[in-house]
């Protein structure tokens, strides 16, 4: 395992004690000040240590080396663990809209809001550290399940904000049912984010293709490194975690003996290493005869 598989195993864990400790401040938050606002926000970080844990197995799977019943390796783990994250984001919504229905209903005053106020601030700081930490570490290495806890936690930070100010409000004015109001508003969001997750990691099940600037590196490194060859087709690339994955037709003459162009397909693969990260090459060699006039011109 590499120094960064193994910083992203840790993280993952760490992950989990910080959304535990957050989740504890919001509660207390909540128990001592009542509001539906503050229990909302509590919810949410309920998800946020679920999301912990689903990313912490992810990731500790995903880095598992392929076997012969997963022979392209377990990259799309992460995919699946951010589908259920999503999943999760979307149930506390719908509960978040249940209490606040309620508390449209029968709103009640708040009790110490100056206290829970300042709790949950604090638990508001440790989340914004950590999201920034989780996003960057992620994109990094290109860890889905990492970069999506990361940018849950974010939310759960500008919801958490929201509240904040808004119970503020409710403080001055004194108009109980604002916390109510506030608690839809969150939920709303929440769902947003849920969609937002689920979107994103069903394109990497659907192995969607890589980034358009990485195609035009990969094309530019194939044109000018098959020399020796006649062009290159049906170029097809998809990401998987951290992985990317491309193949293609190289089309050499049809007299080229089988080490030429085997040297070739070397040089290829080499240079493509060098340009892309954790990348898997698969060159299928075709005679001139198969060429397709298309795709990348070498001669």
Known sequence: MTITANRTLAIAGASLVVGLIVLGLKFLAWYITGSIALYSDALESIVNVVT??????????????????????????EYFSAVIVGVMIIVAAILILREAYFGFLSPEPLEAPTQGLIISAVATVINVV?????????????????????????????????????????????????????????????????????????????????????????????????EGAIEAHDIRTRQAGKMTFIDFHLVVPGAMSVDAAHAICDAIEGKLRDAVEDVQITIHVEPENKAKHAGIVVL
Do not use: C
């Open 52 to 77: 912990a844990v689903v990313a912490l197995i992810a990731v500790r799977l995903a880095q598992k080396p392929a076997d012969a019943a997963l022979p392209y390796g377990y990259h799309k783990a």
């Open 130 to 226: 950590w999201a920034q930490v989780l996003i960057r570490h992620g994109r990094k290495a290109r860890s889905p399940a990492i970069e999506a806890d990361g940018k849950h936690l974010m939310t759960d930070v500008v919801s958490t904000i929201g509240v904040l100010v808004g119970l503020g409000l409710v403080i001055l004015t004194g108009w109980a049912v604002l916390d109510a109001i506030l608690a839809t508003l969150v939920a709303l969001n929440i769902l947003w984010s849920g969609w937002a997750v689920i979107r994103q990691s069903v394109g990497g099940l659907m192995d969607i293709a890589v980034p358009p600037d990485t195609q035009k590196t990969i094309r530019e490194v194939i044109a000018t490194n098959a």
